[in-house]
């Protein structure tokens, strides 16, 4: 996806995967709006509209092309799960996360590498966001600076954060 989509709140079937890229957001107001595949972000949003609590099953990859990327997960007021595994596969290392605008529960498998560069930011300035870390192994790893701005983090199921880790508010 190159600009905006809005997948509505319809389940679809596919199985070859999304991107969003380039600035791009990808607006969905059901759990299985985007099939079976991986999502990709290089530089995208994406928005839930459902209103009500949802579990994605998507794997979730953060990905660029050596340049600098902020990939913004928004839950739109909900609480958002993500059941999929979550890989960082960036080269750049001055990346950003953003997780805004309700409560995104990460569930999922992590590798080891999820987070080790970058900026994990909870929150945009506005409203209320919570990031819940519920998988085991390590999420965030060293040279991560983690921001809380109006933001809450969240951490349990045996997780480990085994390096310094460095909370601002931006």
């Known amino acids: 996806t190159d600009g905006s989509a809005n997948l509505g709140s319809t389940s679809n079937t596919y199985t070859l995967g999304t991107t969003v890229?380039?600035?791009?957001?990808?607006?969905?107001?059901?759990a299985s709006s985007f099939g079976?595949?991986?999502i990709t972000l290089e530089n995208g949003e994406l928005n839930y509209t459902g209103g009500s609590?949802?579990?994605v099953?998507?794997?979730i990859i953060a990905t660029d092309s050596g340049t600098a990327t902020t990939n913004i997960i928004d839950a739109g007021g909900a609480t958002l799960t993500l059941a999929g595994n979550i890989q960082n596969n960036s080269a750049a290392a001055n990346?950003?996360?953003?997780?805004?605008?309700g409560t995104v529960d990460w569930t999922g498998t992590t590798n080891d590498t999820s987070f080790t560069t970058g900026t994990l930011q909870v929150g945009n300035g506005t409203g209320s966001s919570t990031l819940a870390v519920n998988t085991a192994g390590e999420f965030v790893g060293s040279g991560v600076k983690l921001v809380l701005d109006q933001g809450t983090l969240q951490y349990g199921a045996g997780g480990t954060f085994s390096d310094n880790i460095y909370i601002t508010d931006s």
């Open 53 to 55: 609590a949802a579990t």
């Open 21 to 30: 890229e380039n600035g791009a957001q990808a607006t969905f107001g059901n």
């Open 57 to 59: 099953a998507n794997n």
């Open 95 to 101: 990346d950003t996360f953003i997780i805004q605008d």
């Open 36 to 38: 079976t595949g991986d």
